[in-house]
C-alpha cells in the first residue's frame, strides 16, 4: 500500500496554510496536495464528468486500498463537495509519518484518514 495521510479542514485558509507548512517542514510539493472547491487539484486528474465525480474517484484512489477505511472515502468526498478542504500527505519515512501528523494535528483537522502500510 501506498502510504498516505488525509486531514480535513473547515477553511481552505487553513488548508493552504498547512499545505505550506508541510512544504516548509521539507515535503516535496508533489507528495502534498490541497483539494476543495476553490482548488481542485489532483481530483481534476481523475475521471468524471463533474467535479462531484472527479472528486469523488480521487479519495475512492487514496482509501480504497485499505478496507479499514470502507465510506471514509464517500465521506470525504461529500464534505469538500460541501465546502470542506482536504489535504493529502504521502510520507515515506516515519520521520515523515511523525511531521506531517504533528503538522496537520496542530492545525486541528476536523476528519483524518491514514494508511500507512
Do not use: C, W
Request: net charge negative.
Amino acid at each position: 500500500m501506498t502510504p498516505v495521510i488525509v486531514a480535513l479542514f473547515d477553511d481552505y485558509g487553513i488548508a493552504d496554510r498547512v499545505r505550506t507548512q508541510l512544504v516548509q517542514d521539507g515535503f516535496p510539493t508533489d507528495r502534498v496536495e490541497l483539494t476543495s472547491l476553490l482548488e481542485t487539484g489532483q481530483a481534476d486528474a481523475e475521471p468524471g464528468d463533474a467535479f462531484v465525480a472527479r472528486v469523488s474517484n480521487y479519495f475512492h484512489t487514496l482509501l480504497d486500498q485499505d478496507e479499514r477505511h470502507d465510506g471514509k472515502a464517500g465521506e470525504l468526498a461529500g464534505r469538500v463537495r460541501r465546502g470542506n478542504s482536504a489535504i493529502a500527505v504521502h510520507p515515506r519515512t516515519d520521520y515523515e509519518i511523525d511531521s506531517a501528523r504533528r503538522i496537520l494535528h496542530r492545525n486541528h483537522p476536523v476528519a483524518v484518514a491514514e494508511i500507512l502500510h
